[in-house]
């Protein structure tokens, strides 16, 4: 069974799982419900256009619904209960921002596949994904979709209420600034950022002003503007089709799956994942890099980064027992990134440095971080023998997959799914305990396959065999009728005359 | 680009860290924001990125220091980790001659990159070890100002010198942002307004006649 031959890497995918579902040759990718590019594209750019067009109709729908809400709470208090938008009736015709959202969907379960391919024995255990006819979005899902941009936009007008005066005018430019950007849809990436760029330079000096230069409070205000933006313009200018971002993460993606063999040693990485903590710092970091790729807010998307970095540095700072300095984190930070092979790396980098407050980048911790994560992307794509202190044949021969580094150093290697010298962490101790179990549940079941073929075999060939009994006794025993030589009781047999005659009853004087 | 602060009351400054390992970058940083040498139970998490606030004749800064990876099979990143930098710490340790050849190089590449925008420092680490000196002061200090930048000595060990580079750095920094702010007129509000049509609407005509955000107090 597949479970016995696929155990050993946990890692390893089957490639039947990566190929395009359309049977075109390409890889598939799950975010493109598995399908590749090119298929997608066929398929799918038709109604995506009329997806974004429903879409800008809808946000400028939901504009209008907003500032009326937004009137009416400044108003009424009680007012604004009416109008606002959970389960508002016009939210039945969220047709293409529901499907959009399912694509989300799909990006978080396929998410939780990518961790569970970690630890699972095979990835034919993931979950499959339905194909995308047929499928009818659940209400439920386009509820939760609205329900989230509604849920922004109210968060935003309650921000804003409490700045009085200058909340009216954010609100009133952000209006301007996103019907402004529904006329923008064919403008180059480049472009969309600049846009949004000079909208937040240009407000945030406004701020200044009301604010009185406390950048503070500047800063509080343009996080908010950020979130509402970008939650608004994010399926437009994420990964836009007039870039080649998605080629970029294609092949990023491939580029990190080549590298799979790439150990924690030749990275000279301080992290021992032989001790508990430390693992779990390691598994918790690959988590959160993955997770970054399901936020909408750049902000958001950086946090994610930022968690997984303080993962590193707990895992480090665990190691050597002192602060971990840029020499110790990049090359963690490194490793993680292999390890987690992170969805749409390149679109989500370039989204961030496009779409990012650009003060958040420039001086703040966040922007540190992401600054090693785009580092630990450069360093990827053009990592060498050299990088990785190996000779150019060694590297050759690991890329081709003609050797394999991990068989000589299985030590501390953590993906193993093997039976490891000690249990070191609870998490990796019922991890490979219930490996045991599922291979032992499929060892047992293999048997009763086995017994109960054997069964079926031997009911199949019981009737032929009982047949050949028969005919062989048959043979042996051929049937005779002898001739009837048996006297039958009631004939009128001559015998009887031989026979005494009957007693007859006696009477006894007394 | 003005990643030093607009408005000119508090100012943010980005400063990368470059240098050869071991010759106390790591050190220099922990010393200046937390006060620690080499002690192993310190509980600072990293020393990768720091902050650091400071009070500048009556101006807010915040200091945000950037570690940079000094290996150098990741040399090549150096643009990545610089870029947007208001400053650079370019640290040499004065017993080892190679490191300050690294420092050349560093200050090489950083002037063909970003230009005169970043104020550069170039740092003699572990005055301590003065008897094993291999770097010679007035090589060292014509060096610096052959290519406008500052020399300063230092022991992170000692504590000595730190304080006074890093005050000196921002003073500089200051000086550029305040420069370049005069360059784009008083008032940074006019900056790089409607390009591309995207502009800060001014009052259109609304039910509230509100006024506009400068129009208050
Ligand atoms: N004597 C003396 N030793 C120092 C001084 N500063 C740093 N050191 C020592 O030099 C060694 C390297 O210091 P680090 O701060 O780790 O150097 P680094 O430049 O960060 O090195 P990398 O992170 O490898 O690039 C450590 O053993 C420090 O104790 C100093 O001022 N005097
Ligand atoms: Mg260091
Ligand atoms: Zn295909």
New interface residues.
């Given amino acids: 069974m597949s479970q016995r031959t696929e155990r050993r890497g946990g890692i390893h995918v089957d490639q039947s799982d990566l190929l395009c579902k359309k049977g075109c040759g390409y890889y598939g990718n799950a975010g493109w419900l598995g399908l590749c590019s090119k298929c997608w594209r066929e398929d799918y750019q038709r109604v995506r256009q009329k997806q974004i067009q429903d879409d800008w109709a809808l946000a400028e729908k939901l504009q209008r619904e907003e500032e009326a809400a937004y009137a009416s709470s400044h108003g009424a208090q009680t007012q604004s209960q009416s109008t606002a938008p959970q389960p508002h009736p016009g939210h039945a015709s969220l047709g293409p921002f529901s499907k959009f959202e399912e694509k989300k969907t799909n990006e978080k379960t396929r998410k939780v596949t990518t961790v569970k391919k970690f630890f699972s024995p095979s990835s034919r255990t993931a979950p499959k994904k339905e194909t995308p006819e047929g499928k009818t979005p659940s209400p439920s899902v386009s509820r939760r979709a609205s329900f989230d941009t509604d849920q922004v936009t109210k968060d935003f007008a309650d921000f804003l209420k409490n700045l009085h005066k200058p909340g009216r005018e954010i609100q009133k430019q952000c209006r301007a600034f996103i019907v402004n950007m529904s006329g923008k849809k064919d403008l180059g990436a480049d472009e969309l950022s600049e846009c949004v760029q000079d909208f937040y330079q240009n407000l945030a000096d406004r701020l200044m002003g009301h604010f009185k230069g406390s950048s503070e409070s500047v800063e509080q205000v343009m996080d908010q503007v950020e979130k509402y933006i970008m939650t608004r313009l994010y399926k437009s200018v994420f990964c836009p089709e007039t870039t080649d971002d998605e080629k970029k993460d294609l092949a990023t993606q491939n580029r990190i799956r080549a590298l799979h063999w790439v150990t924690i040693e030749m990275l000279c990485v301080s992290m021992d994942e032989e001790i508990p903590e430390v693992s779990e710092n390691v598994v918790k970091a690959i988590t959160d890099v993955i997770e970054m790729d399901s936020k909408r807010v750049p902000r958001d998307k950086l946090g994610c980064i930022t968690h997984c970095s303080k993962q590193i540095f707990s895992a480090i700072r665990t190691t050597k027992n002192e602060p971990a300095s840029a020499d110790d984190f990049l090359p963690a930070l490194i490793y993680i990134v292999l390890k987690a092979n992170p969805p749409r790396l390149q679109s989500n980098i370039l989204y961030i440095t496009r779409f990012c407050n650009p003060s958040r980048l420039m001086t703040g911790e966040d922007g540190y971080y992401f600054t090693n994560l785009c580092c630990a992307a450069a360093f990827i794509e053009k990592l060498d023998a050299q990088s990785l202190n190996l000779s150019p044949e060694e590297f050759e021969r690991y890329m081709s997959g003609q050797a394999s580094p991990r068989c000589n150093s299985s030590e501390g290697d953590w993906t193993r799914a093997e039976p490891p010298p000690a249990p070191v962490n609870p998490v990796l101790a019922q991890l490979n305990h219930n490996l045991e179990v599922l291979s032992g549940l499929s060892s047992r079941q293999e048997t009763l396959m086995e017994a109960a073929q054997s069964l079926q075999a031997d009911l199949l060939s019981w009737p032929g065999s009982v047949q050949r009994e028969v005919d062989d006794v048959l043979a042996k025993y051929p049937l005779e009728v002898p001739s009837r030589t048996v006297s039958a009781i009631d004939d009128n047999d001559v015998d009887n005359d031989n026979l005494p005659p009957p007693l007859t009853p006696q009477v006894f004087a007394g | 680009m003005a990643?030093g602060?607009?408005?000119?009351?508090?100012y943010?400054?980005?400063v990368v860290l470059l240098g050869e390992?071991c010759v106390g970058?790591?050190s220099l940083v922990?010393r200046y924001c937390e006060n620690k040498f080499n002690d192993?139970h310190?509980t600072?998490?990293?020393?990768?990125?720091l902050?650091k606030k400071l009070n500048i004749t009556g101006k807010r800064v915040?200091l945000?220091i950037?570690?940079?990876?000094?290996?150098e099979?990741?040399h090549?990143?150096g643009p990545?980790?610089y870029r947007?930098s208001n400053g650079a710490v370019l640290v040499y340790d004065i017993t080892d001659e190679d490191s300050f050849q690294k420092v050349k190089n560093w200050v090489k590449e950083l002037r063909k990159m970003l230009g005169n925008e970043i104020c550069l420092c170039i740092v003699g680490n572990k005055i301590d070890l003065d008897k094993d000196r291999h770097v010679s002061v007035e090589e060292a200090e014509s060096y610096a100002e052959s290519v406008g930048a500052k020399h300063y000595h230092s022991s992170a060990k000692l504590n000595k010198g730190i304080e006074e580079l890093f005050l000196d750095l921002c003073k500089r920094m200051m000086e550029t942002a305040q420069a370049e702010e005069r360059l784009k007129g008083n008032?940074?509000?006019q900056?790089?307004?409607s390009?591309?049509?995207?502009?800060?609407?001014d009052d259109e005509p609304?039910?509230?006649p509100?006024?506009?955000?400068?129009s208050?107090g």
Wanted: glycine share 16%.
């Fill in positions: 990643a602060g607009t408005g000119g009351r508090t943010s400054f980005k390992g970058k790591t922990l192993k310190i600072t998490l990293q020393a990768s990125f902050t915040n945000a950037w570690d940079t990876a000094g290996q099979r990741f090549a990143l990545i980790y947007d008032g940074a509000s900056s790089a307004s390009r591309r049509g995207v502009q800060i609407v609304q039910a509230t509100a006024g506009g955000c400068c208050s």
